[in-house]
């Protein structure tokens, strides 16, 4: 636990260090409502990274003769920082698998022809898969954020106290880095139904078509495939890498349990 000396002193240090280098990056009128109304809605300006350096100096040398805390926080920001990078992965692969399904589902429904309208079944297998397709895209780009926000949230200090937005709380952090963590795993999952949905859509039309399934169907969900797997390692990984960040700061949050979706007919994740 810091002091409450220290408390005082080094969000006051920050803060007079800090302020200076913050003003001269920050946008016109991202001073007062504006400001809180980011932090509110749980974005970190980039910027201010940069700012927070010269205080981040005064909170090492502050904290440098203070028990096992300090060495907490800094386990808990370094596992902060592997979870926004693995939230990150889960992201652009969750994108990819979107890509490839795409690339199939467009395929397939031009070789559908007349069935892709005719045949109800046929109609259906390409309006969920689209479906499904569209939710990963969004899902990707919700984990996109999460991961980005935690990014820039565990380069700043951690101390007892908010300081505005030049450093973070511990359960900030570790709501930061549960969210990308969530969000992460949803990428994921819908990575994976994205994908059933599109192989289900094979399945429909194989036995309806006289000609064999596209050449660029088959290699798009192979490439869908690898990425719907890496996506799904790298949410775990995200997800364990949050639950070290709350042990390691004694804080609370949702227990999350790794995502455990499979590809294929018999997928628990559809």
Same mark, same amino acid.
């Given at each position: ?10 969000? !006051? ?14 946008? @016109? ?45 800094? !386990? ?50 390409i309006a969920s898969a689209n479906t499904a397709q569209a939710a990963a895209v969004s899902a990707a780009s ?16 951690? =101390?007892?106290?908010?300081? !505005? ?5 511990? @359960? ?11 969000t992460a795993k949803a990428a994921s999952d819908a990575a994976i139904i994205a994908y059933n949905k599109t !192989?289900?859509?094979?399945? =429909? ?16 969900? @192979?490439? @869908? ?43 628990? =994740?559809?």
């Amino acid at each position: 636990m810091f002091s409450h000396k220290f408390s005082a002193l080094s969000v !006051a240090a920050v803060l007079a260090i800090s302020a200076p280098l913050h003003a001269q990056t920050a946008p @016109a009128g991202a001073a007062g409502a504006g400001a809180a109304t980011g932090a509110a809605a749980g974005t970190i300006s980039a910027g201010v990274v940069f700012g927070t350096v010269a205080g981040l100096a005064v909170i090492s040398a502050l904290t440098s003769g203070s028990s096992g805390s300090a060495v907490n926080v800094a !386990a808990a920001t370094q596992s902060a920082g592997t979870a926004a990078t693995s939230a990150n992965v889960a992201s652009t692969q969750t994108l990819a698998v979107a890509t490839n399904v795409k690339t199939a589902i467009d395929a397939l429904a031009a070789a559908a022809g007349g069935l892709a309208t005719s045949n109800n079944t046929v109609k259906d297998a390409i309006a969920s898969a689209n479906t499904a397709q569209a939710a990963a895209v969004s899902a990707a780009s919700a984990a996109k954020t999460a991961a980005d926000n935690l990014a820039t949230a565990s380069a700043l200090p951690v =101390v007892g106290v908010c300081a !505005a937005v030049i450093s973070c709380t511990r @359960a900030e952090l570790t709501s930061l880095t549960e969210r990308a963590a969530t969000t992460a795993k949803a990428a994921s999952d819908a990575a994976i139904i994205a994908y059933n949905k599109t !192989a289900d859509l094979v399945k =429909v039309l194989q036995p309806l078509l006289t000609v064999p399934i596209p050449a660029p169907v088959t290699s798009a969900l @192979a490439t @869908a495939l690898t990425s719907a797997e890496a996506a799904q390692t790298a949410s775990n990984t995200t997800i364990a890498n949050y639950e070290t960040v709350k042990s390691t700061l004694g804080t609370t949050g949702t227990t999350l349990t790794a995502s455990t979706g499979t590809t294929g007919t018999t997928g628990t =994740v559809r």
